[in-house]
C-alpha cells in the first residue's frame, strides 16, 4: 500500500475509467472508452484504469492520443491482466482491496464501462463507500447505454422495491448514453 501513495505523482484532476479486460479493439464499446479517455485527458484530468486490455487499454490509448497523463493500478492474476502499452506509469498489486484503494484515492470521478464482475465489483465499492458516508459524493457515470439497462432495472424494481436500497441510492450511478453527455455530468460537479 506504502507503494501506492508514493508511486504516482501529478498534478490535477484523475478519473478512473472500469471496465471489461475482455473487449477487444473491433468492438463498440472499446471506440467508445478510447473517445472518454480522449475527452478526459482534453479536458485536463488524468486518466487511471485497472492497467490492464480491453476497455482499460481503449482508455488509457484515449488518454495518450489526447497527450494526457495515462496511469494504471494492475492486478497480478494469472490470465487476463497484463499491463496496456498505453500507460504513462503503472503499478502492479498482488491484492485487489489494495488495487481498490488507490482508484478512490487519487479520482474525482469515476466512469463505469460495460464489464465482468471485477467492474460490477470496482463500481459498487465506490457506490457503497458514497452511500455510506465514507467518501464524498463524487460523480459516476455508468456510460455503455444497453448494457446497464438490466442491472438499473434490478435496482429500481427489485432492489429499491425490497427496501434494501432507497430511491435515492440508484442516483449514486449517472447513466449516460454520450461521452458528451458522460463529461456534462462530471465537468458539472467538478
Not at 485497472?50 to 488509457?60: H, I, Q
Not at 490509448?61 to 491482466?81: D, K, Y
Not at 488507490?102 to 460495460?114: D, I, L, Q, T
Request: aromatic share 12%; net charge negative.
Amino acid at each position: 500500500m506504502s507503494r501506492g501513495f508514493e508511486s504516482f505523482d501529478f498534478e490535477g484532476p484523475c478519473v478512473t475509467v472500469f471496465g471489461s479486460a475482455r473487449i477487444d479493439e473491433s468492438h463498440e464499446y472499446y471506440a467508445l472508452a478510447r473517445e472518454m479517455g480522449r475527452a478526459l485527458a482534453e479536458a485536463g484530468y488524468a486518466v487511471m484504469t485497472g492497467g490492464g486490455p480491453g476497455l482499460m487499454e481503449a482508455a488509457n490509448r484515449g488518454a495518450r492520443e489526447a497527450g494526457g497523463i495515462s496511469l494504471g493500478c494492475n492486478i497480478q492474476l494469472p490470465r487476463e491482466q497484463k499491463p496496456n502499452r498505453y500507460l504513462d506509469k503503472f503499478i502492479e498489486f498482488e491484492h485487489f482491496f489494495v488495487r481498490k484503494v488507490m482508484f478512490v484515492k487519487y479520482s474525482s470521478a469515476f466512469v463505469v464501462m460495460p464489464g465482468g464482475y471485477g467492474t460490477l465489483d470496482e463500481a459498487f465499492e465506490v457506490a457503497t463507500l458514497i452511500q455510506t458516508g465514507k467518501l464524498e459524493r463524487f460523480p459516476i457515470v455508468g456510460l455503455g447505454g444497453d448494457f446497464w439497462l438490466q442491472l438499473r432495472k434490478f435496482a429500481r424494481e427489485t432492489m429499491i422495491g425490497a427496501g434494501v436500497i432507497s430511491p435515492e441510492d440508484i442516483k449514486l450511478v449517472h447513466p449516460a448514453e454520450s461521452v458528451e453527455e458522460a463529461m456534462s455530468f462530471i465537468e458539472s460537479r467538478r
